[in-house]
């Protein structure tokens, strides 16, 4: 069977599901796939280069016009995948022209000045990781018996976050 990059990234992703992303690595993607781990560097160079990959299929969600759209479109994408947060905070800092979906948030912010509007999707990027990392982290936990399983409203507090982000609300530091 003739190996295809499509094939090692759907077989990682499938791995990330699996074993999340401290299971995941070259030789258990080859191991899912049958093959060896050398076979899969003839279609990506790294496992970083893998992970940008899984990040942009993670956000591959279409775009909005809606700012407060954006940001819960962005959660629901992350939460469908193990440790979502993580891989696209991870890549985000690596290679953060490799996730064109995050790219576009600036221009959603159509009241803001250029500059005003990259912080402003900058502010919401971050706080939807950091919010979408400690819902799964603390999923984790309760899957493995270490908290309860009763959590407050995270849907009512993720809304209450993305209104005071998106509200517009500018302080002149000077």
Do not use: C
């Amino acid at each position: 069977m003739a190996l295809s990059r499509e094939q090692v990234v759907v077989g990682a992703y499938s791995v990330l599901q699996e074993q999340g992303l401290g299971g995941l690595s070259m030789r258990r993607v080859a191991q899912h796939l049958g093959v060896q781990p050398g076979a899969l560097y003839y279609h990506v160079a790294s496992k970083q280069e893998l992970l940008a990959e899984i990040a942009s299929r993670i956000l591959a969600d279409p775009p909005t016009t809606d700012p407060r759209q954006a940001a819960r479109d962005l959660r629901a994408a992350l939460l469908r995948a193990r440790d979502g947060a993580e891989v696209v905070s991870f890549v985000h800092a690596f290679r953060p022209d490799a996730l064109a979906a995050l790219q576009t948030l600036p221009a959603l912010f159509t009241d803001l000045p250029p500059r005003e509007a990259g912080w402003a999707a900058r502010a919401l990027v971050h706080y939807v990781l950091g919010f979408v990392a400690e819902e799964q982290n603390r999923a984790e936990l309760v899957r493995l018996g270490v908290l309860p399983d009763d959590a407050p409203d995270a849907d009512e507090a993720f809304e209450f976050g993305i209104g005071a982000i998106t509200a517009g609300s500018y302080l002149d530091p000077r």
